[in-house]
Every structure is written in structure tokens, then in C-alpha cells.
């Protein structure tokens, strides 16, 4: 690993983090209880632990995913030229590939790459920062908020060594910063519940509220889930008297404020709304509809039974593996979203003792409104592990709340349960770490091809000949070129998912003849050399790739 400036702000944050663990360290002494202390003391090192896992060597898995290539291209685009690949200016929903994409993580990381460059860890850094934050964040709600600091202890470390959340915050997906925001949003919410200061529950309100409305920019299977999210809060808050008519009223206002511009685009997508710019900010018209897509949206299809037995096999992969043999990169299978095998009973557990409970507190119910409400993906959206993201954060929640309920009953299983869990994440860390593990063909990444981009990045080539199983993405994450030229020069085929044919000096599939010729770069796989006579051209060979270009 490579010292790079970027890594200033990941030593802020530790450097912040730890200042606010230590304080809770020194609160933790007051407890009269040895036992509540031994909770919260190891809940608190865990925390340091999971803090590291989520900001250590962003750069591994070296390369990047497609997605996350042509998100990293548009944040390089928006943060030094405010228009996106399309010339447009701060969409509230990119068009990247045709069929769009999350503007949310976008928007986070554009400032990161702006002042420290477009790099696989640069892009990262805002979803491993907002990770890292989110548990800290849930940690100190549960310990504000609940008096059993054994639960506190549970729910937390659960989601601290989560496999999934791990992985999904050393990962720069558009959808993956959702589920974060989601919880945060939540979070407040129980926070206002407990706050007795009329001013600060308004504030807690319209912050939970508001976060709840943000998180909708930044995946959009979440609008199938917060609305049913926010009517449930809004009727369990009313019902339980946690809130007033006024303050309910200012929550909508707020949540309206942020989110009309995203009202408005789903007029765009489903009731033929034209595109509109107010200011800088285009709601744009997407070439492809994506209320179309029947792999997402189940009832999109006209066969919504033979779309649900597709999803069958996916679904138990899902629940056996933890992975749905495709995301790869933010699951490894038998680890899973959360351990799967182990911490399934678990969470089954947790469900049926939470009905059970009769003495459950506001942060138990409000934690499983949010569980309640992210279920229905399981019935409206395709089975993927991406596309039921806002489920795993309440499933590893939950798993948490069943080992809580398992040893409060049972208080022996507390040492058997720390240590299957830590020699469970030990394992983890161990595969994940492992470069082994990632090999190609595993996942998506662009890995292979990085070197030969970088090569001729650095050289004045006319024109650039790259295979055609390379995708424009993952060349403009390494070399990206202004987006006016792009925009004025890309050549495109697909529908819903349009690739690049050439653009600039770039062209996707090798002419039949390879010859030299002026100021002209072939990138070929090195299987191909032996084909080619290599007479009157320099050649640079990497692991994976052969660069040809002719000599002066």
C-alpha cells in the first residue's frame, strides 16, 4: 500500500473516531455493573476494529467494477466541469449507461476526486467514510437510548463485523449508500423520541426525516420501501404520542423540499413528464425507461409468475450462500451478508421473541418498522443481492437482537457466541484480504487491463485500439477525457445499456490487420501475440496485456 493524500482524511477521521470512542471508554468506568461495563468495553474495541476493516487500503480490490468505473467517470466530470458524460448539468439522476444511475454517491464523491484525483481509493473514500459512520452513529443512539447494555453490545457488534457492510464500504456502488442513510435517518428518529427538549425532537424529527428523503437519491428501489417506511413511523409515532401534528407537518415539509426534484423525475420516467432545468439542476429524460426493467421491478413484467420462479434459485442463494453468485464484490459466498447459516436461526429467533416481548422498547419497534418496511422487496423487486440491499442491515440487526434474547435466557452462550462470531470474522478477513480470492473471473474488475491504460495514458497516441470485450467505462476511470469531447465524439450501440464503440482516439475492437502505423497503440490480450508479426513495432507486455505501437 502506497501512501496517497486522499489518505489524510481516512487519518482525521480515525483520529476523530478514536477521540470519541475514548470518551465513551471513560463514561463506560461510571457504570456500578462489572457486567455492563465488560458489554460496552468490548462492543467499543470492536467498533475500533470495524472502523479500521472499513478504511484500511481502499485501493484493494485493485481496478474497479463497470459501475462503479463510469460512476467514478461522472464524478470526475461533474467536480471539474459541473456536466455529466451527456453534457448535463448536475442531473438529479445520471444517465451514464442509457438506462441511468444513482446521482446520490456521485455528488458525494465528486468533491474527493476534484481535489485528490480519480483513483480507485479516491472514489471509495465518502462510502467508506459514511460506513464507518453509520455504526458509530447506531452504537451511540442504542447507548443514549437503551438502558440493557447487553442489547446495545449485540445489535452493534453484529453490524460492526457484518461481512456485507464491510465490503459494501470499501466499495464505490451508487446503491450502496442507501442502506446507510436509511439507518442514520432512523436513528434520529429514535433519538427524538427519548429527547424531553421540544426544540431538539424537532430537530432530531426533521433530520431523521430529511436523511429518510436524501436517501431516495441514492438508490431507487428505495422509493418502493420509504413511503411505506415514513406512514408506518409517522402511525406508530402518532399512536404512541412521540409526536405532534406540527411536527409531523414540518417532517413532510422538509422531506418535500428535498425530494420534489425526484418527484418530478419519476414523472419523467412513468407519466411522460418532459425534461426540465431549474438553475444549474436538470431533471433529465433518460434514453431508457427504467420502469421497463422487469429484472428490477417484478410487476413491470407481463409473466409476473415466471419472474418470480426465476427469482426462486437466486432467493436461495440468497439465504444459503449469502450471494447471488454476481455482486461478488460485496459478498464472498458461506461469509455471506451477515453469516448467513449461523445467524439466520438467529434472526428468526429475534423476530419471534420480538412479538413475544411485551416490555419492547420505542428502539426496538421503530427497528423493526424499518425491517417490516424494507420486506417488501422480497414481494415487489427481482432477487438480487444489490437489488434487496435496504433488507441486510435490518437482517443483521435482527440476528443481533436474537443473540441478545438467546443469552439473556441463556447467559453461558454469551462466551460461546463471542467466540464463534470473532473466528467467523477472523476467517472473513482472512479471505477477504486474500488477493487469491479475487481472481479474475471472480468479479468485474478492471484489474487486468488498468497497467495497459495507464501505459499509453502516458504516451501522445493519434488513435487507441482496445478488444472489444473491453468496455469504455473502465478506460475513462483511468484516462478519463473532458466530457465535451466525449459527449461530441462517442459512438454507442444497446438500448437499455449503451456501450461505447469509440470516442476521442479511442476505438473498441481491433482492426483484422495489425500493423504499424504513426502514432498508433494496439492493446491486444497476450494470447494474440503469437498471431501478429511484431516486425517494426515496440512492444510493452504486462501480466495480462501487450501494448504494440510502431517504432520511430
Given at each position: 500500500?502506497?501512501?496517497?493524500?486522499?489518505?489524510?482524511?481516512?487519518?482525521?477521521?480515525?483520529?476523530l473516531a478514536l477521540l470519541f470512542i475514548g470518551r465513551e471508554v471513560w463514561k463506560t468506568r461510571s457504570y456500578p455493573e462489572k457486567q455492563d461495563k465488560t458489554h460496552l468495553y468490548i462492543t467499543q474495541l470492536v467498533l475500533v476494529i470495524g472502523i479500521i476493516v472499513r478504511l484500511y487500503n481502499l485501493d484493494y480490490m485493485d481496478g474497479a467494477n463497470l459501475d462503479e468505473a463510469m460512476a467514478g467517470y461522472e464524478a470526475w466530470c461533474l467536480g471539474n466541469f459541473g456536466i455529466d458524460s451527456h453534457m448535463t448539468s448536475f442531473p438529479v439522476y445520471m444517465k451514464v449507461w442509457g438506462s441511468g444511475m444513482s446521482a446520490l454517491y456521485i455528488y458525494m464523491a465528486a468533491?474527493?476526486?476534484?481535489?485528490?484525483?480519480?483513483?480507485?481509493?479516491?472514489?471509495?473514500?465518502?462510502?467508506?467514510?459514511?460506513?464507518?459512520?453509520?455504526?458509530?452513529?447506531?452504537?451511540?443512539?442504542?447507548?443514549?437510548?437503551?438502558?440493557?447494555?447487553?442489547?446495545?453490545?449485540?445489535?452493534?457488534?453484529?453490524?460492526?463485523?457484518?461481512?456485507?457492510?464491510?465490503?459494501?464500504?470499501?466499495?464505490?456502488?451508487?446503491?450502496?449508500?442507501?442502506?446507510?442513510?436509511?439507518?442514520?435517518?432512523?436513528?434520529?428518529?429514535?433519538?427524538?423520541?427519548?429527547?424531553?427538549?421540544?426544540?431538539?425532537?424537532?430537530?432530531?424529527?426533521?433530520?431523521?426525516?430529511?436523511?429518510?428523503?436524501?436517501?431516495?437519491?441514492?438508490?431507487?428501489?428505495?422509493?418502493?420501501?420509504?413511503?411505506?417506511?415514513?406512514?408506518?413511523?409517522?402511525?406508530?409515532?402518532?399512536?404512541?404520542?412521540?409526536?405532534?401534528?406540527?411536527?409531523?407537518?414540518?417532517?413532510?415539509?422538509?422531506?418535500?423540499?428535498?425530494?420534489?426534484?425526484?418527484?418530478?423525475?419519476?414523472?419523467?420516467?412513468?407519466?411522460?413528464?418532459?425534461?426540465?432545468?431549474?438553475?444549474?439542476?436538470?431533471?433529465?429524460?433518460?434514453?431508457?425507461?427504467?420502469?421497463?426493467?422487469?429484472?428490477?421491478?417484478?410487476?413491470?413484467?407481463?409473466?409476473?409468475?415466471?419472474?418470480?420462479?426465476?427469482?426462486?434459485?437466486?432467493?436461495?442463494?440468497?439465504?444459503?450462500?449469502?450471494?447471488?453468485?454476481?455482486?461478488?464484490?460485496?459478498?464472498?459466498?458461506?461469509?455471506?451478508?451477515?453469516?448467513?447459516?449461523?445467524?439466520?436461526?438467529?434472526?428468526?429467533?429475534?423476530?419471534?421473541?420480538?412479538?413475544?416481548?411485551?416490555?419492547?422498547?420505542?428502539?426496538?419497534?421503530?427497528?423493526?418498522?424499518?425491517?417490516?418496511?424494507?420486506?417488501?422487496?422480497?414481494?415487489?423487486?427481482?432477487?438480487?443481492?444489490?437489488?434487496?440491499?435496504?433488507?441486510?442491515?435490518?437482517?443483521?440487526?435482527?440476528?443481533?437482537?436474537?443473540?441478545?434474547?438467546?443469552?439473556?435466557?441463556?447467559?453461558?452462550?454469551?462466551?460461546?457466541?463471542?467466540?464463534?462470531?470473532?473466528?467467523?470474522?477472523?476467517?472473513?478477513?482472512?479471505?477477504?484480504?486474500?488477493?487469491?480470492?479475487?481472481?479474475?473471473?471472480?468479479?468485474?474488475?478492471?484489474?487486468?487491463?488498468?497497467?495497459?491504460?495507464?501505459?499509453?495514458?502516458?504516451?501522445?497516441?493519434?488513435?487507441?485500439?482496445?478488444?472489444?470485450?473491453?468496455?469504455?467505462?473502465?478506460?475513462?476511470?483511468?484516462?478519463?477525457?473532458?466530457?465535451?469531447?466525449?459527449?461530441?465524439?462517442?459512438?454507442?450501440?444497446?438500448?437499455?445499456?449503451?456501450?461505447?464503440?469509440?470516442?476521442?482516439?479511442?476505438?473498441?475492437?481491433?482492426?483484422?490487420?495489425?500493423?504499424?502505423?504513426?502514432?498508433?497503440?494496439?492493446?491486444?490480450?497476450?494470447?494474440?501475440?503469437?498471431?501478429?508479426?511484431?516486425?517494426?513495432?515496440?512492444?510493452?507486455?504486462?501480466?495480462?496485456?501487450?501494448?504494440?505501437?510502431?517504432?520511430?
Amino acid at each position: 500500500m502506497i501512501f496517497q493524500d486522499y489518505m489524510y482524511i481516512q487519518i482525521l477521521f480515525f483520529i476523530l473516531a478514536l477521540l470519541f470512542i475514548g470518551r465513551e471508554v471513560w463514561k463506560t468506568r461510571s457504570y456500578p455493573e462489572k457486567q455492563d461495563k465488560t458489554h460496552l468495553y468490548i462492543t467499543q474495541l470492536v467498533l475500533v476494529i470495524g472502523i479500521i476493516v472499513r478504511l484500511y487500503n481502499l485501493d484493494y480490490m485493485d481496478g474497479a467494477n463497470l459501475d462503479e468505473a463510469m460512476a467514478g467517470y461522472e464524478a470526475w466530470c461533474l467536480g471539474n466541469f459541473g456536466i455529466d458524460s451527456h453534457m448535463t448539468s448536475f442531473p438529479v439522476y445520471m444517465k451514464v449507461w442509457g438506462s441511468g444511475m444513482s446521482a446520490l454517491y456521485i455528488y458525494m464523491a465528486a468533491p474527493f476526486v476534484k481535489l485528490f484525483g480519480l483513483s480507485e481509493g479516491v472514489f471509495r473514500l465518502p462510502m467508506s467514510l459514511l460506513g464507518s459512520f453509520a455504526i458509530l452513529f447506531f452504537y451511540w443512539v442504542l447507548r443514549k437510548t437503551q438502558k440493557d447494555t447487553l442489547l446495545t453490545a449485540t445489535m452493534t457488534c453484529i453490524l460492526a463485523i457484518c461481512p456485507w457492510h464491510i465490503m459494501k464500504s470499501r466499495y464505490g456502488l451508487d446503491a450502496m449508500v442507501a442502506p446507510d442513510l436509511i439507518l442514520i435517518g432512523v436513528c434520529f428518529i429514535i433519538l427524538a423520541c427519548y429527547l424531553t427538549v421540544n426544540w431538539q425532537r424537532c430537530t432530531a424529527y426533521i433530520l431523521g426525516f430529511g436523511i429518510l428523503a436524501l436517501s431516495a437519491y441514492g438508490y431507487a428501489v428505495s422509493w418502493v420501501v420509504l413511503p411505506v417506511l415514513v406512514v408506518a413511523l409517522f402511525i406508530y409515532l402518532l399512536k404512541k404520542k412521540l409526536i405532534t401534528t406540527k411536527q409531523i407537518a414540518g417532517s413532510i415539509g422538509v422531506m418535500l423540499l428535498i425530494a420534489w426534484p425526484l418527484i418530478y423525475f419519476a414523472g419523467v420516467m412513468y407519466l411522460g413528464f418532459g425534461e426540465v432545468k431549474v438553475g444549474a439542476m436538470t431533471i433529465p429524460q433518460l434514453e431508457f425507461n427504467r420502469a421497463d426493467d422487469t429484472g428490477t421491478f417484478i410487476l413491470s413484467s407481463n409473466n409476473i409468475l415466471n419472474e418470480i420462479k426465476i427469482s426462486i434459485p437466486v432467493i436461495a442463494k440468497l439465504i444459503l450462500l449469502g450471494t447471488d453468485g454476481i455482486s461478488n464484490e460485496i459478498a464472498i459466498p458461506y461469509f455471506g451478508v451477515f453469516y448467513n447459516v449461523i445467524s439466520l436461526p438467529l434472526l428468526g429467533y429475534g423476530i419471534w421473541y420480538f412479538f413475544r416481548s411485551k416490555d419492547r422498547s420505542n428502539s426496538e419497534d421503530i427497528l423493526f418498522i424499518m425491517l417490516a418496511s424494507a420486506s417488501v422487496l422480497l414481494i415487489l423487486i427481482g432477487a438480487s443481492l444489490v437489488h434487496w440491499n435496504l433488507l441486510w442491515l435490518p437482517f443483521s440487526i435482527f440476528s443481533g437482537y436474537g443473540i441478545y434474547y438467546f443469552t439473556k435466557s441463556f447467559s453461558p452462550a454469551k462466551g460461546l457466541f463471542l467466540s464463534t462470531f470473532s473466528i467467523l470474522f477472523l476467517l472473513f478477513l482472512l479471505a477477504y484480504f486474500n488477493a487469491k480470492t479475487f481472481k479474475p473471473g471472480f468479479t468485474y474488475y478492471s484489474h487486468m487491463i488498468k497497467q495497459s491504460v495507464l501505459f499509453v495514458r502516458d504516451k501522445d497516441f493519434d488513435k487507441i485500439y482496445y478488444p472489444r470485450d473491453i468496455v469504455h467505462s473502465t478506460v475513462l476511470f483511468f484516462d478519463p477525457v473532458d466530457p465535451y469531447t466525449f459527449a461530441k465524439t462517442v459512438k454507442k450501440t444497446g438500448e437499455s445499456i449503451q456501450i461505447a464503440d469509440s470516442y476521442a482516439n479511442v476505438e473498441f475492437g481491433l482492426p483484422e490487420q495489425i500493423i504499424p502505423q504513426k502514432n498508433t497503440a494496439y492493446v491486444v490480450s497476450n494470447a494474440m501475440v503469437g498471431n501478429i508479426n511484431l516486425e517494426g513495432f515496440n512492444v510493452d507486455r504486462n501480466a495480462y496485456y501487450t501494448i504494440l505501437w510502431n517504432k520511430d
